[in-house]
């Protein structure tokens, strides 16, 4: 836009098509169970922006803004209702589902860059925001030893990041990054063992490279 004003600005289209066949049997599987020509055929559009102002040549501030997704699609296996009628009936349902929807979020983040000491010191923030809709997460039976994925709600997802290298002497870096994250389930899907206010699972509170 200008020389220091840039606007980037992008869509991905997709399609996705998946075809399950699966065959299970055995005393552990409860008899045999089939699933034939089980499908799932979804299509859509993840659009992305974002704004960036360079302040001085060493520094930049930045916002953006973006969609995503993670593919959904038919569960492998039949769980035999019987079997595992005991955990089916604890979460309200009589059956596991044949399939499970994509899951969709959109991203926000507002940081920024800069380069200090004629670029020995580099420091790096952003705060992030994720809206988190039907959400993937699988669901363990204990009583029987299956699983399977099911969509589990809504989430909030919040957390910041800073990021900081130094050039100590020639060939001689150190740096590091830590990231703090606050994701909760906003709003449990029934049929799934979420909570309305759950920590959403595998992901940590605290991270840290160096």
């Known amino acids: 836009i200008t020389d220091s004003l840039d606007l980037t600005a992008g869509a991905r289209f997709f399609q996705i098509k998946q075809v399950v066949d699966a065959?299970?049997?055995g005393p552990l599987n409860g008899g045999a169970t089939v699933n034939v020509d089980r499908r799932s055929?979804?299509?859509?559009v993840n659009p992305?922006?974002?704004l960036s102002y360079k302040v001085t040549p060493d520094n930049l501030l930045f916002v953006s803004a973006a969609k995503g997704?993670?593919?959904?699609?038919?569960?492998?296996y039949r769980i035999n209702p019987t079997l595992c009628a005991a955990d089916l009936t604890r979460l309200g349902i009589t059956g596991a589902p044949d399939s499970y929807e994509s899951d969709s979020l959109w991203s926000y983040e507002l940081g920024t860059k800069n380069q200090f000491a004629d670029g020995r010191v580099t420091l790096n923030t952003a705060l992030f925001m994720t809206d988190w809709k039907k959400i993937q997460q699988q669901i363990a039976l204990m009583s029987c030893g299956f699983a399977y994925n099911d969509n589990a709600g809504t989430a909030k997802v919040k957390g910041v990041?800073?990021?900081?290298?130094?050039?100590?002497?020639?060939g001689f870096d150190l740096g590091g990054n830590a990231t703090y994250t606050d994701a909760k389930i906003k709003t449990a899907a029934a049929g799934t063992s979420a909570q309305n206010?759950?920590?959403v699972l595998n992901v940590?509170?605290?991270r840290s490279e160096e």
């Open 204 to 206: 940590p509170k605290w």
């Open 23 to 25: 065959l299970g049997d």
């Open 161 to 170: 990041e800073v990021e900081a290298a130094f050039k100590l002497a020639q």
């Open 48 to 50: 992305k922006a974002s």
């Open 197 to 199: 206010g759950d920590e």
């Open 41 to 44: 055929n979804e299509k859509g």
């Open 69 to 76: 997704f993670r593919p959904g699609g038919p569960n492998r």
